[in-house]
């Protein structure tokens, strides 16, 4: 009776296990067909499980998604915009940001305009430039349109709020933004640049003017914007000293714009699997739950270092230097003028223990910025430009009217003759430069200059000088009256004929006074100013 109940008990226990296997076969095989719902009512309103499926074929396993494509390389302009843009664009940004509400608001459509015209910079690179007299035209216009509208955004924020508190900070921002229409012109851009910095000068100073020693926001903020104007006028000087550079062998400028515009960004997301497709396999069963292990092992000594070393070492007292050794005659750079050109004494190249290695240099400037700038000498309109001539051994000649104005600038050790009677002659940053002139209607400026030559034939009315360094004016009989005007200059001799006429005239050399003592007279009440002569 005993061996029966024992063999019915694992009889019983044998179809539980059968029956729990069968359960969790259905499961699983729920779980790899969810279209098809177990327990849903069958015809006879009985609820059924779906008949076992057949074994799935093997799925190849999917291994991890490749990495996405490294970002297309551009150009060194693109990529000194982008510096503009993080460093002083971004700095004054900041400082609108803090300052919130409308100057804020208008600060990020200004953000926006320089990433639209980085993005026509880098369509100018790829494309071929468009024909501006034909069907080009329209093509230049959708290029441009997205910043010319950003600009009139900018523009209509001050327009919408006259009176308001900062309406100062709204117009130093709209009346300058037509610095960015820099990129239509095609002869010396960043003068364009330089005429929009007058007009955000225009507004700032009087933002600092009425801040001065009350608001530093507002200082920083102006500061700031003028410093975005700087760079980018050194930016347009330094690449597109003549307009914009297309790629000759480029592509037309829509697609151009069509590939620059599809181009996938960083931030992009992955995209969603097809419709229709196969969903993804299940993820695997989770593992064996992890096996505590309690390391007993000692953690490494901390190596000595930071102030706590320094301390430690200099209580040692008197003993602190005895690991230090003697410096050898041949090491002593005071004894050895030879080794003060070198960074390091011979035998010590290897850097000290535990000092991190030397940052990186700064990035050094491509050559086409080192390179010299031509000469010029072109008359535009009615003013003759004269730059960029050194060391000329011919005179340089130029026939001038009553109608010419003449600007002659960066010429160093040089001579120019002007013939005729022209109008005005303005010289800058010159270095032993020298100019015969033998009429003028009005005067001649000469400014950062040294070592200058002047010598007159004729008659002018006027020589002004400003932070000019040692000249020599030569005054002829007839201009013997003339007017000159010296400030911040120094070594200034004027040089006039003294003898009563004939061939053999000679020049008198007289120096004009560079000094001035002044006091305050009490009896008269008034500044005294007298002109402090040296003899001897």
């Known amino acids: 009776m005993a061996s029966t109940s024992m063999h019915n008990l694992t009889t019983l226990i044998k179809r539980l296990e059968a029956a729990t296997s069968r359960l969790e076969d259905i499961a699983q095989t729920a779980y790899d067909t969810p279209q098809v719902v177990p327990g849903a009512a069958s015809k006879s309103g009985a609820s059924t499980f779906p008949p076992p499926a057949s074994p799935a074929p093997p799925q190849t396993a999917i291994g991890p998604a490749p990495p996405p494509p490294a970002p297309e390389p551009v150009p060194e302009s693109i990529e000194e915009f982008d510096n503009l843009i993080s460093q002083s664009l971004n700095s004054w940004v900041q400082i609108s940001n803090a300052m919130g509400g409308l100057v804020a608001e208008q600060a ?232 003060r050109g070198g960074s390091t004494v011979p035998g010590q190249d290897a850097p000290a223990r535990g000092k991190s290695p030397a940052p990186p240099g700064p990035k050094p400037k491509p050559s086409s910025m080192r390179v010299k700038k031509p000469a010029k000498k072109e008359l535009e309109g009615n003013k003759w430009t004269i730059e960029n001539f050194d060391k000329e051994a011919a005179p340089i000649e130029l026939e001038v009217s009553l109608s010419h104005s003449v600007l002659i600038s960066k010429c160093n050790n040089t001579t120019i003759i002007l013939k005729g009677k022209a109008n005005a002659v303005t010289v800058e940053n010159t270095n032993r430069l020298s100019l015969v002139v033998e009429s003028l209607v009005s005067t001649v400026d000469v400014v950062k200059s040294q070592n200058f030559a002047l010598q007159v034939l004729e008659t002018i009315p006027t020589v002004l000088l400003d932070q000019v360094d040692s000249a020599q004016i030569y005054l002829s009989r007839e201009s013997a009256a003339t007017r000159i005007f010296s400030s911040k200059s120094a070594s200034i001799n004027l040089n006039v004929i003294a003898s009563s006429g004939g061939e053999d005239e000679d020049y008198k050399e007289v120096p004009l006074p560079s000094q001035i003592c002044s006091w305050w007279e009490e009896e008269k009440g008034e500044v005294v100013n007298e002109i402090v002569s040296h003899a001897g």
């Open 108 to 339: 990020a459509k200004v953000v926006e305009a320089f990433k639209e015209q980085r993005k026509f910079l880098l369509i100018s690179t790829k494309a071929k430039k468009p024909d501006l007299k034909g069907a080009g035209v329209s093509a230049f216009q959708d290029l441009v349109k997205p910043i010319g509208t950003l600009m009139t955004v900018v523009g209509n924020i001050k327009d919408s709020n006259r009176g308001h508190p900062l309406y100062n900070n709204l117009c130093t921002v709209s009346e300058s933004m037509m610095a960015l229409a820099w990129v239509t012109i095609d002869t010396k851009p960043f003068k364009h640049v330089e005429d929009s910095f007058a007009s955000a000068q225009f507004w700032g100073n009087k933002i600092l003017t009425a801040n001065k020693n009350k608001d530093e926001q507002q200082v920083e903020w102006v500061k700031a914007y003028f410093q975005v104007f700087r760079d980018l006028t050194e930016y347009v000087k330094t690449y597109f000293p003549n307009g914009i550079t297309w790629n000759p062998k480029g592509v037309s400028a829509a697609e151009a714009a069509k590939s620059v515009s599809a181009a996938p960004s960083a931030s992009a997301a992955p995209s969603a699997p097809a419709a229709g497709g196969a969903p993804p396999p299940p993820p695997p069963p989770p593992g064996p739950p992890p096996v505590l292990k309690i390391n007993e092992q000692k953690a490494a000594p901390t190596p000595a270092g930071g102030l706590g070393a320094v301390f430690s070492e200099l209580n040692k007292g008197e003993a602190v230097t005895k690991g230090l050794r003697k410096v050898d005659k041949s090491e002593m750079t005071h004894k050895n003028p030879s080794l």
